[in-house]
């Protein structure tokens, strides 16, 4: 492929046999050696690191396109191990709906062998590509992404980032939920987990307990499910709510601006209806989403049975 350069010239002690480590899980993590891999072009940059077209050959020496979440060398111990808990959680996932994980390489770095979906994350879909779905289509994908959550609760995980930015499309007809980088078991007892992190979060897509206490769930998931669909139904439109300063970033700002959002979620304001989107599609599947006692929002599965049901 003209895509790709030879950029690793080491030899990997461990041989092109790959290994399997036991994790003291079922599951082992797969252990590829450098010289399997070759790296091809940047095709997205996050805060650890960056994600690279790639080609990694077998041991029986079959070639395969993959993507590569690469680390920066630059990271503290703290984020490094935020990047290792990544691929630890998305290597025990199996799902049709969830990216799939091939296995790790040392560089010694890390970096984490992904498949390779060509056609990229559901926002550059909408917006670099200017695809316009039928609503069918995006009913699917809805569906997609709604499956793959209720999957996580199941393994009581938390995805916290979930965002048309991190969907990967592997079809017209296809979605899978990816980048877990902020992703974390729940707690058993009250299915909750307090964030303790410096990395910047996308507040656009954050419930108020969130933003206000740091608190996340699956009903914290749940409300960044509703503004995906938003992101969804409006074909990639920002998710601004109405009254608040625009920030494209959508990073965390100064506590004032995060209290000006609470304030306005507090008082009922929420994302509008998008132009072309179903009224059904918005009250019966959004708007829950985004009830203010997390209790009352649905689950995963409730929606699921929601989409199903729904008339467009
Ligand atoms: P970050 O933590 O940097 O946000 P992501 O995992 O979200 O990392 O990846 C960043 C971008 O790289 C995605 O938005 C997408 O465009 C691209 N990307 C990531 N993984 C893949 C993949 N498996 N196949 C194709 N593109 C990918
Ligand atoms: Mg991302």
């Given amino acids: 492929s003209p895509d790709l350069i030879s950029g690793f010239s080491t030899v990997y002690t461990n041989g092109s046999m790959g290994t399997i480590y036991s994790t003291g899980s079922a599951q082992g993590i797969y252990v590829f050696g450098k010289d399997q891999i070759t790296l091809g072009r940047m095709i997205g940059q996050g805060c650890y690191g960056a994600v690279y077209m790639g080609e990694l050959i077998r041991s029986d ?8 979440k ?3 060398d630059s990271l503290e111990e703290k984020e490094q191990e935020e990047f290792q808990r990544e691929y630890q959680i998305l290597q025990s996932l199996n799902h049709p ?3 799939e994980v091939k296995g790790v390489v040392y560089d010694p770095s890390l970096l984490l062998i992904m498949e390779f979906l060509p056609m990229g994350s559901l926002l550059d879909y909408f917006r670099m590509f200017h695809t316009k779905p039928n609503l069918r289509q995006l009913m ?4 997609d992404i709604c499956d793959g959550m209720d999957y996580l609760v199941s393994y009581n995980l938390v995805h916290r980032d979930l965002a048309a ?6 079809s017209d007809d296809l979605v899978k939920i990816s980048d877990f980088g902020l992703a974390r078991f729940t707690d058993k007892d009250d299915n909750c987990y307090k964030l303790r992190t410096d990395r910047k979060l996308p507040v656009k897509w954050y419930p108020p307990e969130s933003l206000h206490d740091w608190k996340f769930s699956e009903k914290s998931d749940i409300w960044s499910y509703g503004v995906t669909l938003y992101e969804i139904f409006s074909y990639g439109q920002e998710p601004n709510l ?4 625009n920030n494209e970033s959508g990073d965390v700002k100064e506590t004032d601006e995060l209290q000006e959002i609470v304030k306005l979620l507090s008082s009922g304001v929420r994302l509008p209806c998008p132009e072309h989107c179903p009224n059904n599609v918005y009250k019966q599947l959004m708007l829950p989403c985004w009830e203010m006692n997390p209790q009352d929002r649905p689950s995963f599965s409730k929606l699921l049975g929601e989409i199903r049901d729904v008339e467009i």
Avoid: T, Y
């Avoid at 930015?165 to 592997?170: K, S």
């Fill in 61 to 68: 020496g079959s070639p395969e396109h993959v993507a590569v």
């Fill in 70 to 72: 690469m680390m920066k």
């Fill in 97 to 99: 709906n969830i990216v």
């Fill in 242 to 245: 109405p009254g608040v300063s």
């Fill in 140 to 143: 699917k994908f809805a569906k």
């Fill in 165 to 170: 930015r991190n969907i990967l499309v592997a």
